[in-house]
């Protein structure tokens, strides 16, 4: 919904369905020579049952002129609720990583801000931040989903040369991730 030329809302819902591919989905595991361990449900494939997820959310941006150029800021905010997912533990066994059908609830909840702003002539910024909360029921409790970042923040300035060349300095920050159970 177009507000005005300038302020925009839109929602969006959605529901998804796909098989996982644990293997090429867990790539990354490979090097941790964990054996992989799978507890069929004996529904389909590898005995896991194909993954739904209803996916809702809302958005907000606001074009604005500084220096004659277009800037915007927006923020997003989004939940996908799973239906049916196939749960990767970690936490179960340190040498071990453990597939199986969830059982309970697992969520995403997701917010994002983000501002392209033109700082300077030649001086463009984009910045953004995103909290994720990514929480799946295992079979030891409710967890946060490991090796993730809850907060994350991106810095991007460019300056664009008279002579069509450009220079661009681009950081990013990720806060503390929770580690799976080594005991």
Do not use: C
Not at 27 to 47: C, L
Not at 126 to 137: G, W
């Amino acid at each position: 919904f177009d507000a005005t030329d300038n302020t925009i809302f839109r929602l969006a819902a959605g529901t998804g369905f796909r098989v996982a591919n644990i293997f090429a989905d867990n790539t990354n595991a490979f090097i941790s020579a964990r054996k992989f361990i799978i507890d069929p449900s004996g529904k389909t494939d590898y005995g896991l049952a194909p993954e739904k997820a209803i996916n809702y959310g809302i958005s907000f941006m606001q074009k604005f002129k500084t220096h004659n150029k277009e800037s915007h800021f927006t923020i997003d905010a989004y939940r996908t609720t799973f239906k049916q997912q196939t749960v990767v533990d970690y936490d179960q066994n340190p040498q071990e990583i453990h597939f199986y059908d969830l059982d309970g609830q697992s969520f995403s909840n997701t917010i994002m801000t983000e501002l392209n702003l033109n700082v300077l002539k030649n001086l463009a910024a984009r910045m953004a931040y995103r909290y994720l909360d990514v929480q799946t029921d295992y079979k030891k409790g409710r967890m946060q989903k490991p090796l993730q970042s809850q907060h994350r923040a991106f810095i991007n300035l460019a300056y664009e040369l008279n002579n069509g060349w450009s220079i661009d300095y681009t950081t990013q920050w990720l806060s503390k991730k929770r580690i799976p159970f080594t005991g």
